[in-house]
């Protein structure tokens, strides 16, 4: 190791988070953290909202330490997924040279070195917007940048994320992925995140924050109670997401919207109603959750095709897909019946706002 005792060397990372449209809910193994089932979901890759996380190592920390939004967070730290992170990407750590290609941290050295960790989520955490989807997927991005770490296959990064948290490993890419659920051979090494699609570029997300409160039942908890007690959630598993995500894949590739919205409300739906089949059940939607289902509807029958798609993952906020060409009008609807502070947003059409309001009153 070359580097003087006080010199620090940082680097920073973000990752988006992303929706699924056929959901995760339960695991196959706990300690490898692999899913029942296989996902599908979209990358919200062209907004603001992400994880940005920092890592700083030196010769002089003495211990590791992590903070989440401000807050150190001593217990996270050392919990078995966080570690699994620290420790997958350690195991593919290169040397580290300087512009000069003098040796600072050979491969050895990393081992030794004790690490300073920061991370901000730009949006609300544990609220059901898949704050543990960015949160991992920029933790593993920040080691693997810090420690200049190479895969021995394509896919293994995810692999890593995936162990943080099962739906970070879709994180890893942008565009739309699927995360194969992958056999126990190997230790899962083929429960990996794959892109489907690279860009769908009319796709949209219009996400309504209902609450940003801590939701009650953690999702890794949530779906635990669910495998062991929702004879549902193991029929859908086995006997519903294998052809529906095949679907799915098939719309995606085609850029049909309506299938594609057609099958994310109702895996939604679904995955809501396993919970409710959980004992004790979840609640994880609300009356307001309900009421965005409802105008979702009548406005896609009102128009007479889907032109809107609805989905809830482990919280009440809704995110809702729909094409480029739709979006103003959907978002006016929205903001008619969920009204936000005047001026936070310019330039939206609210023309078409008297007709929609008669149209929902049928
Ligand atoms: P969400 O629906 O937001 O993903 P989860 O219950 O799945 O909710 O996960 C929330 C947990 O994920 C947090 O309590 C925290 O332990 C972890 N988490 C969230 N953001 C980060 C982050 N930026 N870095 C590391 N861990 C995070
Ligand atoms: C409803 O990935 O948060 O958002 O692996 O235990 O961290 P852990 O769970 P997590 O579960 C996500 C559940 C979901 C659906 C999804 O993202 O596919
Ligand atoms: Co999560």
């Given at each position: 190791?070359?580097?003087?005792?006080?010199?620090?060397?940082?680097?920073?990372?973000?990752?988006?988070?992303?929706?699924?449209?056929?959901?995760?809910?339960?695991?196959?193994?706990?300690?490898?953290?692999?899913?029942?089932?296989?996902?599908?979901?979209?990358?919200?890759?062209?907004?603001?909202?992400?994880?940005?996380?920092?890592?700083?190592?030196?010769?002089?920390?003495?211990?590791?330490?992590?903070?989440?939004?401000?807050?150190?967070?001593?217990?996270?730290?050392?919990?078995?997924?966080?570690?699994?992170?620290?420790?997958?990407?350690?195991?593919?750590?290169?040397?580290?040279?300087?512009?000069?290609?003098?040796?600072?941290?050979?491969?050895?050295?990393?081992?030794?070195?004790?690490?300073?960790?920061?991370?901000?989520?730009?949006?609300?955490?544990?609220?059901?917007?898949?704050?543990?989807?960015?949160?991992?997927?920029?933790?593993?991005?920040?080691?693997?940048?810090?420690?200049?770490?190479?895969?021995?296959?394509?896919?293994?990064?995810?692999?890593?994320?995936?162990?943080?948290?099962?739906?970070?490993?879709?994180?890893?890419?942008?565009?739309?992925?699927?995360?194969?659920?992958?056999?126990?051979?190997?230790?899962?090494?083929?429960?990996?995140?794959?892109?489907?699609?690279?860009?769908?570029?009319?796709?949209?997300?219009?996400?309504l924050?209902v609450?940003?409160?801590?939701?009650?039942?953690?999702?890794?908890?949530?779906?635990?109670?669910?495998?062991?007690?929702?004879?549902?959630?193991?029929?859908?598993?086995?006997?519903?997401?294998?052809?529906?995500?095949?679907?799915?894949?098939?719309?995606?590739?085609?850029?049909?919207?309506?299938?594609?919205?057609?099958?994310t409300m109702q895996?939604s739906n679904?995955?809501h109603?396993?919970?409710?089949?959980?004992?004790?059940?979840?609640?994880?939607m609300n009356d307001i959750s309900r009421q965005i289902v409802r105008i979702v509807t009548v406005y896609n029958s009102?128009?007479?095709?889907?032109?809107a798609a609805y989905t809830f993952?482990?919280?009440p906020n809704a995110v809702i897909?729909?094409?480029?060409?739709?979006?103003?009008?959907?978002?006016?609807?929205l903001?008619?019946y969920?009204?936000?502070?005047?001026?936070?947003?310019?330039?939206?059409?609210?023309?078409?706002?008297?007709?929609?309001?008669?149209?929902l009153?049928?």
């Amino acid at each position: 190791m070359t580097t003087a005792t006080n010199s620090i060397y940082m680097v920073t990372m973000s990752a988006p988070t992303n929706i699924a449209v056929i959901k995760y809910w339960g695991k196959a193994d706990t300690h490898y953290n692999t899913p029942i089932n296989s996902s599908l979901s979209v990358t919200l890759d062209q907004t603001e909202l992400r994880a940005i996380t920092t890592i700083a190592v030196s010769k002089q920390f003495t211990k590791d330490r992590f903070w989440l939004n401000g807050v150190e967070e001593d217990e996270l730290l050392h919990s078995p997924r966080f570690r699994a992170c620290i420790e997958g990407v350690q195991k593919l750590a290169q040397d580290h040279y300087d512009a000069q290609g003098n040796l600072i941290y050979s491969k050895e050295d990393w081992k030794h070195l004790h690490l300073h960790i920061s991370s901000y989520n730009t949006f609300p955490t544990a609220a059901g917007l898949a704050s543990s989807a960015a949160g991992y997927a920029a933790l593993v991005a920040a080691l693997c940048q810090l420690y200049h770490a190479v895969e021995t296959f394509p896919g293994e990064f995810s692999t890593i994320a995936r162990q943080g948290s099962g739906s970070a490993c879709r994180s890893m890419y942008g565009g739309i992925v699927a995360w194969r659920q992958g056999t126990p051979k190997q230790e899962w090494r083929d429960s990996k995140a794959e892109p489907v699609l690279e860009d769908w570029p009319q796709l949209r997300a219009l996400l309504l924050v209902v609450s940003d409160s801590k939701k009650d039942t953690s999702s890794t908890t949530g779906m635990q109670t669910s495998v062991q007690t929702s004879m549902l959630l193991q029929y859908r598993a086995q006997h519903i997401v294998p052809a529906r995500l095949q679907a799915m894949e098939q719309a995606c590739h085609a850029r049909d919207f309506g299938t594609f919205a057609q099958l994310t409300m109702q895996d939604s739906n679904q995955f809501h109603a396993t919970c409710l089949d959980t004992y004790p059940p979840i609640f994880y939607m609300n009356d307001i959750s309900r009421q965005i289902v409802r105008i979702v509807t009548v406005y896609n029958s009102w128009a007479g095709e889907l032109r809107a798609a609805y989905t809830f993952d482990a919280g009440p906020n809704a995110v809702i897909y729909c094409l480029e060409q739709h979006q103003q009008h959907l978002a006016a609807l929205l903001c008619h019946y969920f009204p936000i502070p005047k001026g936070a947003l310019s330039g939206l059409d609210t023309s078409s706002m008297a007709l929609e309001e008669s149209l929902l009153q049928a």
